[in-house]
Nanobody, 120 residues
Framework: QVQLVESGGASVQAGGSLRLSCAAS????????MGWFRQAPGNEREGVAS???????TYADFVKGRFTISRDNAKNTLYLQMNSLKPEDTAMYYC??????????????WGQGTQVTVSS
């Protein structure tokens, strides 16, 4: 059974940094594309970043240059390093796994989320 457990969310001031983690279990972690999504109250869930099985990454324009996604296949863990945080980054952040084995980033499994709050 696929399990994704996020941690690392907190309340920080604008300009600060956080590192989110996502512990994965129940499947061969290295064989699936992974990603981070976020959802603020009243908004739809939006993609933040993804990392494929070969380590290639993609980022939403609104986090480019500030956030870094990485994965540790030995620890079955996904990370999101968030720097230069802004109040508009406030949201629930979700870890996600692709449905399809291999390099397709068709996300369909989700964690329970971790809250990030950035104050001005």
């Amino acid at each position: 059974q696929v399990q994704l457990v996020e941690s690392g969310g907190a309340s920080v001031q604008a300009g600060g940094s956080l590192r989110l983690s996502c512990a994965a279990s129940g499947y061969t972690y290295s064989s699936y594309c992974m990603g981070w999504f976020r959802q603020a109250p009243g908004n739809e869930r939006e993609g933040v970043a993804s990392i494929d099985t070969d380590g290639s990454t993609t980022y939403a324009d609104f986090v480019k240059g500030r956030f870094t996604i990485s994965r540790d296949n030995a620890k079955n863990t996904l990370y999101l390093q968030m720097n230069s945080l802004k109040p508009e980054d406030t949201a629930m952040y979700y870890c996600a796994r692709a449905i399809t084995y291999g390099g397709s980033c068709d996300f369909g499994y989700w964690g329970q989320g971790t809250q990030v709050t950035v104050s001005s």
